[in-house]
């Protein structure tokens, strides 16, 4: 009976000493901030400690930076230069000798019209504490456009075929909102070709917990070419609800 009654104090005390004790929560990081002129100082360096708010789980790094003693590593301009070459193919199409098809062979399947063009452009990419913004100028992926735009505004075809925006793309992100604002120069004025652009814009915000609201909208300009005498102005607009 006794050994009974021992072996249930043991497992009793062995099942408390197991329990778990969370340490996550609000905590107090006391730290000696190192002077700029420390390794002149003679020794011991009397500094006074100092405490910042901190995090569990988290990283003593992150607290420090996050309460400004430490500087943010992602924070500042960014300025890149980019260079590349645009290559597509449809599936299916082969440059088929003359002899053996004379309609299906074309000079557009040939491997040296394979590359379509070059991709030249300027990024600006300036992050802050609470949000970014990027710069895009010159020959770049239409991908770098995040607007939520619908096949009304561009079509599938359009962004296959045409999938370099040629002008400047500004988007501005903050951390509840995103907007951006792009010019697409997609015809120069020739004795057969019309001068054309776009002006296109996007918006979303998040209102509430559950609610975001936000646009889409361009300006598209159509004008004449040296055989065509016409100009029209297309202005297209459309407001979008999500939860």
Same mark, same amino acid.
């Given at each position: 009976?006794? %050994?009974?009654? =021992?072996?249930?104090?043991? +497992?009793? #005390?062995?099942?408390?000493?197991?329990?778990?004790?969370? +340490?996550?929560?609000?905590?107090?990081? &006391?730290?000696?901030?190192? $002077?700029?002129?420390g390794? +002149?100082?003679?020794?011991?360096?009397?500094? $006074?400690?100092? %405490?910042?708010?901190? %995090?569990?789980?988290?990283?003593?790094?992150? &607290?420090?930076?996050?309460? *400004?003693?430490l500087?943010?590593?992602? +924070?500042?301009?960014?300025?890149?230069?980019?260079?590349?070459?645009?290559v597509?193919?449809?599936?299916?199409?082969?440059?088929?000798?003359?002899?053996?098809?004379?309609?299906?062979?074309?000079?557009d399947?040939?491997?040296?019209?394979?590359?379509r063009?070059m %991709?030249? @452009? @300027?990024m600006?990419?300036?992050?802050?504490?609470? *949000?970014? #913004?990027?710069?895009?100028?010159?020959?770049f992926?239409?991908?770098?456009?995040?607007?939520?735009?619908?096949?009304?505004?561009?079509?599938?075809?359009?962004?296959?075929?045409?999938?370099?925006?040629?002008?400047?793309?500004?988007?501005l992100r !903050?951390?509840?909102?995103?907007?951006? =604002?792009?010019c697409?120069?997609m015809?120069q @004025?020739?004795?057969?070709?019309?001068?054309? #652009?776009?002006?296109?814009?996007s918006?979303?915000?998040k209102?509430?917990?559950?609610?975001?609201?936000?646009?889409?909208? @361009?300006?598209?300009?159509?004008?004449?070419?040296?055989q065509?005498?016409? !100009?029209?102005l297309? !202005?297209?607009?459309?407001?979008?609800?999500?939860?």
């Amino acid at each position: 009976m006794k %050994t009974v009654l =021992l072996l249930s104090a043991v +497992l009793a #005390f062995m099942a408390q000493a197991a329990t778990s004790v969370s +340490l996550n929560g609000e905590w107090r990081l &006391d730290y000696f901030p190192q $002077p700029d002129d420390g390794a +002149l100082r003679e020794l011991p360096i009397k500094v $006074p400690m100092e %405490t910042v708010q901190a %995090t569990v789980p988290g990283n003593c790094e992150l &607290d420090l930076v996050k309460a *400004g003693v430490l500087p943010q590593p992602e +924070l500042g301009m960014n300025h890149k230069l980019m260079v590349g070459i645009d290559v597509m193919k449809d599936f299916g199409a082969s440059p088929i000798s003359r002899m053996l098809s004379p309609d299906e062979s074309s000079q557009d399947l040939t491997n040296k019209a394979l590359f379509r063009e070059m %991709t030249l @452009y @300027y990024m600006l990419d300036n992050k802050t504490r609470d *949000g970014s #913004f990027e710069m895009y100028a010159g020959i770049f992926p239409r991908k770098a456009s995040e607007g939520g735009y619908s096949d009304v505004f561009f079509s599938d075809s359009l962004k296959f075929y045409d999938n370099n925006l040629e002008g400047v793309l500004l988007k501005l992100r !903050r951390p509840k909102a995103y907007f951006e =604002l792009g010019c697409d120069w997609m015809g120069q @004025y020739s004795r057969n070709n019309r001068e054309r #652009f776009m002006v296109f814009s996007s918006g979303e915000g998040k209102v509430a917990p559950c609610l975001s609201l936000g646009y889409d909208g @361009y300006m598209y300009h159509f004008a004449s070419s040296e055989q065509v005498v016409c !100009r029209c102005l297309f !202005r297209f607009c459309a407001e979008r609800c999500g939860f």
